[in-house]
């Protein structure tokens, strides 16, 4: 019989050792292969040195003086954050609804299931695009980009939460007798009402950030402000915008985060 | 007075959960329905109110054929079956009152429903009843603050909020210690005379189901195989029912202790 063995060692991730260390090799040839065929011109490099340079001895000091144009153009981004968080998080709730498994048939799983696929399958930068071309520059495009994003993060979230409900309780409203839309206010919403606020609070956050970046393809607000402002080398009054935006984002995020840890 | 005839439950295409089971209960007993875990008492709870689905047979409920309903006389008739849980199935974050006017969904409109606007003689109701199980101080609690004794009488008083005609109890007291357990035995007990209701009760202790219950139906793989009076239920019957499990694991020598707490 052997003796009791005094050492251990943790079974590997992966137990075939030709597959474990041909992994690694593989990925490090990649990355020096992947390095090596980037197109890097370090003439163009230098010169951009210069040019960066230029653009931020241009930048100091920030320029607060069209601050009329700096405030409007902030309110917009404001009014297109909260215009596209109610439209969004309204229009997610029957999506959620459609894309849980546990309360939908099969095709209107599917079909939720599928908008919401749709919705996060595409930067809001890109939806933005489509958006100004489709109904013109300007803050009607921010918001509907934004709604398309809301619906593909808040739909998508809320609706896992209504797949992990208490089932007994929706149980107990069906052996009363209530109907669907009773059974969904009574047996459903009380269970996923924390997440649900959490969740809009959240989205306005990232919608009132998103809205900064999206303005920049010319669907309004701050973005926008900001795109003209590069455009016309007005790089103080840019850094002004940037310094704004930056400030009113950490504000929102101690703001919301604040509203989400008070909410039970 | 209800009636079921040759009921047969089949999942999927196993053999049956229950297997041509007739079954007939009168007015104002109380019937515990004993057997091991998978006998199908809990199938056969939910197939009276068509929680779940029977596969044949029908479920007579005074005169009328529950088994053919659909969609709102279903409805109509679960709301004249009151159910009771193990797991009492109260909507957490909701008050006390609101899981008891649940009870009501079946006959309220949906608006009053989700503007909490019950009508007056249903509030009355829901305060005598909750005065007669002693929970009338907690009305504006939330569900989730109770003890598992108050939240099974919140789960009382809501099935009997619906008018039944007949009250299921699906294990009501598993979840509960044996003090409170014989308190909620004996409260279904005097509800069921004072309200002239017929009370199915399935029940693991069989201590229990001897002292409170006026007929015990014993149940062994899908089939009824006996059914009389308590006193008639000897060691020979038992036996049988739970065939193959020892007599302690059945919980009769830790309950003598629990029925002592409160005579029969």
């Known amino acids: 019989m052997s003796p009791t063995p005094d050492t251990w060692r943790r079974p590997p991730m992966i137990s075939n050792p ?19 065929t980037l197109p890097i011109d370090w003439q163009q490099m230098s010169e951009g040195v210069t040019r960066a340079q230029r653009i931020f001895s241009g930048a100091f000091p920030p320029s607060f003086e069209r601050s009329n144009l700096l405030i409007s153009g902030f309110l917009e981004s404001i009014r297109i954050a909260i215009l596209a968080t109610v439209g969004g998080v309204f229009l997610s709730i029957p999506i959620a609804f459609m894309a849980a498994k546990n309360l939908s048939p099969l095709p209107i799983y599917l079909l939720g299931r599928g908008i919401i696929i749709v919705a996060r399958s595409f930067h809001p930068v890109i939806v933005a695009i489509i958006f ?14 934004l709604i398309v994003y809301s619906v593909g993060f808040v739909a998508k979230m809320l609706a896992e939460r209504i797949e992990e409900i208490d089932w007994g309780q929706v149980e107990a409203m069906r052996a009363v007798g209530a109907g669907y839309l009773s059974t969904v206010f009574y047996g459903v919403f009380p269970q996923i009402m924390p997440r649900q606020i959490g969740l809009s609070i959240y989205q306005l956050d990232s919608n009132l950030r998103a809205s900064a970046v999206v303005g920049i ?3 309004g607000g701050i973005g926008s402000t900001l795109a003209n402002a590069f455009g016309r080398y007005d790089y103080d009054f840019a850094l002004a915008i940037t310094l704004v935006i930056v400030g009113a984002i950490l504000l929102s995020e101690a703001i919301s ?3 989400r840890k008070r909410i039970w | 007075m209800l009636k ?17 089971l007739d079954l007939e209960v009168h007015s104002e007993s109380i019937v515990a329905i004993i057997g091991a875990s998978g006998a199908g008492k809990s199938t056969l709870l939910r197939c009276i109110n068509r929680l779940v689905e029977p596969t044949s047979g029908t479920i007579e409920l005074n005169g009328i054929d529950l088994t053919a309903l659909r969609g709102r006389e279903l409805r109509a008739a679960r709301r004249r079956i009151g159910m009771i ?5 109260l909507v957490d974050r909701l008050t006390v009152m609101e899981n008891v006017q649940s009870g009501r969904l079946g006959y309220i409109p949906l608006w009053r429903a989700v503007a909490r606007r019950y009508p007056k003689e249903d509030i009355r109701k829901a305060y005598e009843l909750m005065e007669r199980v002693g929970i009338a101080h907690y009305a504006n609690k939330r569900a989730d603050a109770l003890s598992g004794g108050e939240r099974q009488r919140v789960g009382v008083v809501r099935a009997l909020m619906q008018n039944p005609e007949i009250l299921l109890a699906d294990e009501p007291t598993a979840s509960l210690d044996p003090k409170t357990s014989a308190q909620i035995m004996e409260l279904l007990r005097s509800l069921s005379r004072e309200l002239s ?24 793989y899908g ?11 000897d060691q020979r019957a038992m036996d049988e029912i739970y065939a193959g499990i020892p007599a302690e694991e059945r919980g009769e020598a830790g309950d003598a202790a629990a029925l002592q707490v409160q005579p029969a």
Do not use: C
Request: glycine letters at 10%; charged letters at 20%; zero cysteines.
């Open chain 1, 257 to 259: 985060g604040q509203i």
């Open chain 1, 217 to 219: 393809v010319g669907a």
């Open chain 2, 85 to 89: 849980f193990q797991s009492f199935n």
């Open chain 1, 18 to 36: 030709w597959l474990r260390y041909g992994l690694v090799v593989a990925v490090i040839l990649y990355v020096v292969w992947a390095f090596s």
């Open chain 2, 223 to 233: 089939r009824i195989i006996f059914d009389a009076e308590p006193a008639a239920l």
């Open chain 2, 4 to 20: 079921i005839s040759k009921l047969v439950k089949r999942y999927g295409k196993g053999d049956p959960v229950l297997k041509d």
């Open chain 1, 132 to 145: 100004v071309k489709a109904v013109g520059f300007g803050p009607l495009a921010g918001v509907l980009t």
């Open chain 2, 197 to 220: 209701l017929p009370v199915l009760i399935n029940i693991h202790n069989v201590a229990e189901a001897k002292a409170y219950s006026d007929r015990i139906v014993g149940m062994r």
